[in-house]
């Protein structure tokens, strides 16, 4: 009787070599295959994710020089709309403080005229004064003189006299 | 011939012997004693009776150099693609890395899920070495499935049983573990006294068992049925003379051999899957926290 016409048939192994020869197979691929397969795989997997991975960094990395780029050039621009904003300012400022430098130069140029004027006038007008009195009283004088008929070199009554006629005329109050 | 007794004609023809059951092992180095108790034709003497085989005759037997060169075949297969890898695939690489990829990827981490790695070579390797096993039976050289033995079936269903266990103890510890596979949560106490025997039953008896016969059974009937109706087939059509009826039948069995063998190439790689699914899910089943 074979071991296949058993009374379990076939489901007995043969021989008990079957059995030892499939466990000691097994675990000798099941040895290879984790020390050397596996490993080479998996840094295949790992070396692959990092080439992938790497390119998306270098990816990112000129995205973000790009955005540097951009971002500096946009300042610059800023920078120049600033610098051209300030130079419109100061040049405004110097306008304005050149137009108040004028003013004030022609204010008081204005004025020193004017002073100057009114200092010449008062001055002509005093010794237009002065020479009038003098002037009246001797043309009073002598007209005085003729119509009376009589000298009067007697200058202290004369310029009493004079005097007293201004007096009258100043007396006259202004119109 | 009478017409009637068409099963007589069979047996009246010329029978062929077809000598020993195709699905013992023949040693490769016979011994005196084992070539004399298994003659080419004829009966074996009477004092075969308490023959017992030398260990030669166990030992180097076609089906285990069989095994054996699987093994070597799968090796050679692993380490020739896994050569040089590169991070863009050749042609050579692109196939180990779709087979490694499926069981890396389509079986451990799919089924395991957490800490799959540990148990990717467990799943590489057995997946493998029963497939080119199983391709052995519809390849020339061999033609014959290792599995259909089924002392290797028993090999690899009690090493998945080991590590299934053992990484199920490792993390629990013996007490809680048992506990966990015998006793679900949610349960009735007086259901216990049903359900602790059957999930101990399901659990650690009958996964072994049914994991080797249903890839030993697969085999076994697929190389079977492909063995009757090749050799009926044959022998009808060639060794039943002037019977136009049995050689029809003959020819017609030989062209459904060749649907069966197709089937069986489908088999041999749905069960070299299920068994590594089943292996993947039993690891998962024993780490997995709940149930």
Known sequence: MTPLEGPLGPLLPEHISEFVVGIILFVIIYLVVRKVVVPRFETMYADRTAAISGGMEKAEQAQAEAQAALAAYKQKMAGADDEAAQIREAAKATGAQIQAEMRTEAEQEASRIVTTARAQVDAERSHAVEALRKDVGTMATVLAGKILGESLDDDARVARTVDGFIATLEDVPAR | ?291
């Not at chain 2, 077809?18 to 298994?38: I, M, Q």
Request: hydrophobic content about 55%; some cysteine.
């Open chain 2, 1 to 291: 011939m009478a017409p009637g007794s068409v099963g007589l004609a069979l047996l009246e023809g010329e029978v062929p012997t077809f000598g020993v059951s195709v699905f013992e092992s023949t040693p490769l180095f016979p011994s005196a004693g084992w070539t004399a108790c298994h003659p080419a034709s004829g009966e074996a003497p009477a004092s075969c009776a308490t023959f017992q085989p030398a260990w030669t005759d166990i030992w180097f037997t076609n089906h285990i150099c069989q095994a054996v060169i699987a093994a070597a075949v799968v090796l050679l297969f692993w380490l020739i693609v896994s050569r040089r890898l590169k991070v863009v695939p050749s042609k050579r690489q692109y196939v180990g890395e779709f087979l490694y990829n499926m069981l890396r990827n389509g079986v451990a981490r799919d089924v395991i899920g957490t800490n799959y790695q540990k148990y990717v070579p467990w799943l590489v390797a057995l997946f493998t070495f029963i497939v080119v096993n199983n391709f052995f039976g519809e390849f020339f050289l061999f033609m014959f499935p290792t599995f259909s033995k089924v002392g290797f079936a028993w090999a690899l269903a009690i090493l998945s049983w080991v590590l299934y266990n053992a990484v199920g103890i490792k993390k629990y510890g013996f007490g809680k573990y048992l506990k966990k596979m015998t006793m679900p949560p949610g349960v009735p106490w007086p259901l216990y006294i049903l359900i602790i025997p059957l999930e101990f039953l399901s659990n650690f008896i009958t996964r072994p068992i049914t994991l080797a016969l249903r890839l030993f059974a697969n085999l076994f009937s697929g190389h079977l049925l492909i063995m009757i109706f090749v050799a009926g087939g044959t022998w009808l059509l060639t060794y039943t003379k002037h019977n136009l009826v049995y050689n029809l039948a003959g020819g017609l069995s030989v062209l459904i051999s060749f649907a069966i063998f197709a089937l069986e190439l489908l088999v041999a790689f749905l069960q070299a899957y299920i068994f590594t699914v089943l292996t993947a899910q039993y690891v998962s089943s024993a780490l997995s926290e709940e149930h």
